[in-house]
Nanobody
């Protein structure tokens, strides 16, 4: 089993920055991949960014490319999402997820473990 706990959400003004953290515990293998997703009120969950524990290039949704950066710390077993140049449309609950089978997936259905989410609110 894998447990994921997000933190770092909050209220920020437009053009500001936030850094989300996801602490992982349990049986995490280097072959696992991690993703950040978000869900705004009344909207479907959408993929934001992904990264593989064992290495390789991360992948991003077009809407966040150039503004968000996903990274990991293998020693701390943590994944981060640095969010810069935030916009009001980035407001959502952000979720950390872990998957085992489909590398470079942007489909939430291919992720096996989920955190509880952290709220990010960007004011205009």
């Amino acid at each position: 089993q894998v447990q994921l706990v997000e933190s770092g959400g909050g209220l920020v003004q437009a053009r500001g920055s936030l850094r989300l953290s996801c602490a992982a515990s349990g049986r995490i293998l280097s072959t696992y991949y991690m993703g950040w997703f978000r869900q705004a009120p009344g909207k479907d969950r959408e993929f934001v960014a992904g990264i593989i524990w064992g290495g390789g290039s991360p992948w991003y949704a077009d809407s966040v490319k150039g503004r968000f950066t996903i990274s990991k710390d293998n020693a701390k077993i943590a994944v981060y999402l640095q969010m810069n140049s935030l916009k009001p449309e980035d407001t959502a609950v952000y979720y950390c997820a872990a998957g085992r089978t489909y590398y470079y997936s942007t489909d939430g259905a291919t992720y096996d473990y989920w955190g509880q989410g952290t709220q990010v609110t960007v004011s205009s």
